[in-house]
C-alpha cells in the first residue's frame, strides 16, 4: 500500500507559478512511476506530466510543455510539479498517482494509488 498526499494547490493569477508536492508512505517509493493528474470542472481527469522511477524519463502532455516541470527525490519519498507561467484553463484539482514499476504510463487505469487532490485555481 502506499499512501498519497497532495499539497501546494491554491489561488493565483495568470502568469503566476506554483510548486505541487506529493508525499508518498508506505512501499518503497523509489519502486513506482508517477504521474500527475489533472480534472477540471465538467471535464474528464487527464494525465498532465509522467516520471518513471528513476527520474530519467518524463512525459509532458503538449498543454503544459515549457511550463510544467516535473521532478521527484526518491529520498524525500515526493514528487514534484513545478508551474510557472499559469493560465486560467489550468484551473482544476490535480492529482498524484503512483504505479509501480519502473516505466511511466500515459494510461489512468495502469495507476495503482491515488492522492485527494488538490486544488489550483488560476484567475485571469
Known amino acids: 500500500q502506499v499512501q498519497l498526499v497532495e499539497s501546494g494547490g491554491g489561488l493565483v493569477q495568470a502568469g503566476g507559478s506554483l510548486r505541487l508536492s506529493c508525499a508518498a508512505s508506505?512501499?518503497?517509493?523509489?519502486?513506482?512511476?508517477m504521474g500527475w493528474f489533472r480534472q477540471a470542472p465538467g471535464k474528464e481527469r487527464e494525465l498532465v506530466v509522467a516520471?518513471?522511477?528513476?527520474?530519467?524519463?518524463?512525459y509532458y502532455t503538449n498543454s503544459v510543455k515549457g511550463r510544467f516541470t516535473i521532478s521527484r527525490d526518491n529520498a524525500k519519498n515526493t514528487v514534484y510539479l513545478q508551474m510557472n507561467s499559469l493560465k486560467p484553463e489550468d484551473t482544476a484539482v490535480y492529482y498524484c498517482?503512483?504505479?509501480?514499476?519502473?516505466?511511466?504510463?500515459?494510461?489512468?487505469?495502469?495507476?495503482?494509488?491515488w492522492g485527494q487532490g488538490t486544488q489550483v485555481t488560476v484567475s485571469s
Open positions: 498517482a503512483a504505479k509501480l514499476g519502473a516505466t511511466m504510463t500515459i494510461h489512468q487505469f495502469e495507476y495503482d494509488y
Open positions: 508506505g512501499r518503497t517509493f523509489s519502486s513506482y512511476a
Open positions: 516520471i518513471s522511477w528513476s527520474g530519467g524519463y518524463t
